[in-house]
C-alpha cells in the first residue's frame, strides 16, 4: 500500500511540467525485440528514426514523419546483409540528414564478431532504398559508431577501435566526407593522450559547437576514475588535440558504466548532460560551461532532493533557441521510467520534471533520445518495456494542434507515372499549390538509391506540371521518381519494361 500511494504522489508532483503527448508505438509490425533508437529533426519538424531489431541476429529499421510525428511511413530495413547488425551497452545506429539524403552509421559482424566493422548507408529516396559502404577498419573491430552532420554539410564518423582477434583496445577513431558519403577520409586518432585511455564501453558524442569547431565528448579511464574529457578537431592537420577535462567527481567504478556526455550549446554556452555517481547511486547532472568549454564551473543536479534508492542515466539533451537546455533521463522510480526536465537559461536549478512515458509497468523504459525543430517543439523517442521491447514517440505537439502547422503534403502531389509500367516513355504529372515559386527537385532514382536523371531543379510555380521521361538509354527495371520541395519529399514507382 506504500508503494502504491508513493507512485500517485510522485505522478502528481511531475504532472504541472511540460506536457508530452499520449506516445506512439512506431516499432509496430515487427517481433518486440528492439533496442537503442536513434532519431534526427529537420527544422521543418521531418523526424527520421532508426533502431536496432535482435531477433535472429539483428537488422536497422527505419522509419520517418512529414508531418511533425502525427503519422509515420512504413519501416525499412536498412542493412543489405540481414541478421548481423550489431549492438553493445546502449550503443545503436545513428542517423543524420542533409537535404533529401538520409544517413545512417551502425556497427556489422557479417564477416565474425571479431571483424565487427563500422557501416555507413545513404538513401535519397525517403529509405525506400539504401546504397551501403564499410567505412570502418577493414581488418579491425568497430564498436560504438557516433555520427554527425556538421552545418557545412561534412559528415563525421567517430568509432571505437580494437585489434582483430586479441580485442587490444587502439583508441577512438574518425573518418570524415565533405561529399555526402562517396568518399571517406583516413582514420585520425580522437584519443591520443596520456595517462589512461577511453572508457572503451562507453559511447562517444560528436558536437559542433557554434563557432565551428568539432568536440568530441568521451568518458576517460585513469584507473577506473572515469570522468568525463574532450578534445577538438584541427581540420587542416586532420588531427585531435586540446584533451580537456569536463567533469571533477573522480568517479570510481570498476564495471563499465555505458555512458556517454550528451553535449549542447549556443552563443558562449556549453551544456553538458552526463551520469556520475553519488554515495553509490547513480545520478544525472547538468554541467555548464559559459566559455564553451574551457571550464565547467556550475553542475547542476536534476532535482533538489535528499530521497535515496533512486538511479538514474542515460541522458539525452537538447537547446532552445531562447538557451534554454532540455533533458531525458532514465529514473528508477515506479519500475523505471523516462524523465524530462528544463533549465532555463539564467537558473542554476532544474524546472518542469515531466513523466515522458506513458506506461506503469515494473519493467524500466530505456534508452531515452530528444530532439526539436525550429519551433522549439520538442521529440521524445525510447524503448518502451510493456511488451517486450518497441519504440515509442511522443513529442510537446498536441494531436489536434497539429492542423495549425502549415503541412507539406497539401503544398504539392506526386501522381503516379503514366502509363506505368512503359517502355520507354512516361509521363510525371504533379500538382502544385503555393502563393508564390517554390523550389523543386524532380529526380529519378534507380533501386540502388542513386540519382541517374535530374528531371528538374528549379523554381516552379502554382498549378498543374507534366515532365516526360525518356529511359531508351535504360535497362527494364524497378525506378523511383522523387519530387523534393520545401524540406519535403514524396516519392512513387515506376517499371521500365523492355
Same mark, same amino acid.
Given at each position: 500500500?506504500?508503494?502504491?500511494?508513493?507512485?500517485?504522489?510522485?505522478?502528481?508532483?511531475?504532472?504541472?511540467?511540460?506536457?508530452? *503527448?499520449?506516445?506512439?508505438?512506431?516499432? @509496430?509490425?515487427?517481433?518486440?525485440?528492439?533496442?537503442?533508437?536513434?532519431?534526427?529533426?529537420?527544422?521543418?519538424?521531418? =523526424? #527520421?528514426?532508426? +533502431?536496432?531489431?535482435?531477433?535472429?541476429?539483428?537488422?536497422?529499421?527505419?522509419?520517418?514523419?512529414?508531418?511533425?510525428?502525427?503519422? #509515420?511511413?512504413?519501416? &525499412?530495413?536498412?542493412?543489405?546483409?540481414?541478421?548481423? !547488425?550489431?549492438?553493445?551497452?546502449?550503443?545503436?545506429?545513428?542517423?543524420?540528414?542533409?537535404?533529401?539524403? $538520409?544517413?545512417?552509421?551502425?556497427?556489422?559482424?557479417?564477416?565474425?564478431? @571479431?571483424?565487427?566493422?563500422?557501416?555507413?548507408?545513404?538513401?535519397?529516396?525517403?529509405?525506400?532504398?539504401?546504397?551501403?559502404?564499410?567505412?570502418?577498419?577493414?581488418?579491425?573491430?568497430?564498436?560504438?559508431?557516433?555520427?554527425?552532420?556538421?552545418?557545412?554539410?561534412?559528415?563525421?564518423?567517430?568509432?571505437?577501435?580494437?585489434? &582483430?582477434?586479441?580485442?587490444?583496445?587502439?583508441?577512438?577513431?574518425?573518418?570524415? &566526407?565533405? @561529399?555526402?558519403?562517396?568518399?571517406?577520409? !583516413?582514420?585520425?586518432?580522437?584519443?591520443?593522450?596520456?595517462?589512461?585511455?577511453?572508457?572503451?564501453?562507453?559511447? =562517444?558524442?560528436?558536437?559542433?559547437?557554434?563557432?565551428?569547431?568539432?568536440?568530441?565528448?568521451?568518458?576517460?579511464?585513469? &584507473?577506473? $576514475?572515469?570522468?568525463?574529457?574532450?578534445?577538438? +578537431?584541427?581540420?587542416?592537420?586532420?588531427?585531435?588535440?586540446?584533451? *580537456?577535462?569536463?567533469?571533477?567527481?573522480?568517479?570510481?567504478?570498476?564495471?563499465?558504466?555505458?555512458?556517454?556526455?550528451?553535449?549542447?550549446?549556443?552563443?558562449?554556452?556549453?551544456?553538458?548532460?552526463? /551520469?556520475?555517481?553519488?554515495?553509490?547511486?547513480?545520478?544525472?547532472?547538468?554541467?555548464?560551461?559559459?566559455?564553451?568549454?574551457?571550464? #565547467?564551473?556550475?553542475?547542476?543536479?536534476?532535482? /533538489?532532493?535528499?530521497?535515496?534508492?533512486?538511479?538514474?542515466?542515460?541522458?539525452?539533451?537538447?537547446?532552445?533557441?531562447?538557451?534554454?537546455?532540455? $533533458?531525458? +533521463?532514465?529514473?528508477?522510480?515506479?519500475?523505471?521510467?523516462?524523465?524530462?526536465?528544463?533549465?532555463?537559461?539564467?537558473?542554476?536549478?532544474?524546472?518542469?520534471?515531466?513523466?515522458?512515458?506513458?506506461?506503469?509497468?515494473? *519493467?524500466?523504459?530505456?534508452?531515452?533520445?530528444?530532439?526539436?525543430?525550429?519551433?522549439?517543439?520538442?521529440?521524445?523517442?525510447?524503448?518502451?518495456?510493456?511488451?517486450?521491447?518497441?519504440?515509442?514517440?511522443?513529442?510537446?505537439?498536441?494531436?489536434?494542434?497539429?492542423?495549425?502547422?502549415?503541412?507539406?503534403?497539401?503544398?504539392?502531389?506526386?501522381?503516379?507515372?503514366?502509363?506505368?509500367?512503359?517502355?520507354?516513355?512516361?509521363?510525371?504529372?504533379?500538382?502544385? @499549390?503555393?502563393?508564390?515559386?517554390?523550389?523543386?527537385?524532380?529526380?529519378?532514382?534507380?533501386?540502388?538509391?542513386?540519382?541517374?536523371?535530374?528531371?528538374?531543379?528549379?523554381?516552379?510555380?502554382?498549378?498543374?506540371?507534366?515532365?516526360?521521361?525518356?529511359?531508351?538509354?535504360?535497362?527494364?527495371?524497378?525506378?523511383?521518381?522523387?519530387?523534393?520541395?520545401?524540406?519535403?519529399?514524396?516519392?512513387?514507382?515506376?517499371?521500365?519494361?523492355?
Amino acid at each position: 500500500m506504500k508503494r502504491r500511494i508513493f507512485i500517485i504522489s510522485f505522478i502528481c508532483q511531475l504532472a504541472f511540467g511540460i506536457n508530452f *503527448s499520449e506516445s506512439t508505438l512506431i516499432s @509496430d509490425g515487427v517481433t518486440s525485440h528492439n533496442l537503442y533508437p536513434d532519431m534526427a529533426v529537420t527544422d521543418s519538424g521531418n =523526424i #527520421f528514426i532508426v +533502431w536496432v531489431n535482435t531477433h535472429g541476429g539483428g537488422d536497422i529499421h527505419f522509419i520517418m514523419s512529414n508531418d511533425y510525428g502525427q503519422t #509515420f511511413s512504413d519501416i &525499412s530495413t536498412v542493412n543489405s546483409v540481414p541478421n548481423y !547488425a550489431t549492438t553493445i551497452g546502449y550503443s545503436g545506429p545513428q542517423v543524420e540528414v542533409w537535404g533529401d539524403t $538520409i544517413h545512417v552509421l551502425w556497427t556489422d559482424q557479417r564477416n565474425g564478431y @571479431d571483424h565487427t566493422s563500422a557501416y555507413y548507408a545513404r538513401s535519397v529516396d525517403q529509405g525506400i532504398t539504401w546504397e551501403e559502404t564499410q567505412i570502418g577498419h577493414p581488418n579491425g573491430v568497430n564498436f560504438y559508431p557516433e555520427l554527425l552532420m556538421d552545418s557545412q554539410g561534412t559528415l563525421h564518423a567517430s568509432f571505437h577501435y580494437f585489434l &582483430s582477434e586479441s580485442f587490444a583496445y587502439r583508441h577512438i577513431a574518425h573518418t570524415f &566526407s565533405a @561529399d555526402g558519403g562517396n568518399t571517406w577520409s !583516413a582514420f585520425s586518432d580522437v584519443s591520443d593522450y596520456e595517462p589512461g585511455e577511453p572508457c572503451d564501453c562507453c559511447p =562517444i558524442d560528436l558536437h559542433e559547437l557554434p563557432n565551428g569547431q568539432l568536440i568530441s565528448g568521451f568518458r576517460n579511464n585513469v &584507473s577506473n $576514475i572515469r570522468d568525463m574529457y574532450s578534445t577538438l +578537431w584541427n581540420p587542416e592537420q586532420n588531427s585531435w588535440s586540446n584533451l *580537456s577535462r569536463m567533469s571533477y567527481d573522480d568517479f570510481f567504478i570498476s564495471y563499465c558504466p555505458t555512458n556517454c556526455p550528451a553535449l549542447v550549446s549556443q552563443d558562449s554556452t556549453l551544456g553538458m548532460a552526463y /551520469m556520475t555517481e553519488i554515495n553509490g547511486e547513480s545520478r544525472v547532472f547538468l554541467s555548464l560551461s559559459e566559455g564553451l568549454g574551457d571550464t #565547467f564551473s556550475v553542475v547542476l543536479p536534476m532535482e /533538489m532532493t535528499s530521497e535515496t534508492n533512486i538511479y538514474q542515466s542515460h541522458p539525452a539533451a537538447t537547446i532552445t533557441s531562447n538557451g534554454n537546455i532540455h $533533458i531525458l +533521463w532514465e529514473d528508477s522510480r515506479n519500475g523505471g521510467d523516462i524523465l524530462y526536465g528544463k533549465r532555463e537559461i539564467g537558473q542554476n536549478y532544474i524546472t518542469d520534471i515531466t513523466t515522458v512515458n506513458d506506461s506503469l509497468t515494473s *519493467s524500466p523504459e530505456i534508452a531515452p533520445k530528444l530532439g526539436k525543430d525550429a519551433n522549439d517543439n520538442l521529440y521524445a523517442v525510447w524503448v518502451d518495456r510493456r511488451m517486450g521491447r518497441h519504440i515509442r514517440f511522443s513529442s510537446t505537439i498536441a494531436p489536434d494542434l497539429s492542423t495549425k502547422f502549415e503541412n507539406i503534403p497539401s503544398l504539392f502531389k506526386l501522381l503516379e507515372p503514366f502509363p506505368n509500367p512503359f517502355n520507354p516513355i512516361t509521363t510525371i504529372r504533379f500538382n502544385v @499549390d503555393v502563393e508564390k515559386e517554390l523550389f523543386a527537385s524532380l529526380n529519378v532514382i534507380d533501386i540502388r538509391g542513386r540519382i541517374v536523371e535530374i528531371l528538374l531543379k528549379d523554381f516552379i510555380e502554382s498549378g498543374q506540371h507534366e515532365i516526360q521521361w525518356d529511359a531508351s538509354t535504360y535497362s527494364s527495371g524497378i525506378f523511383f521518381i522523387s519530387l523534393t520541395a520545401n524540406g519535403q519529399t514524396k516519392t512513387v514507382k515506376s517499371v521500365l519494361v523492355k
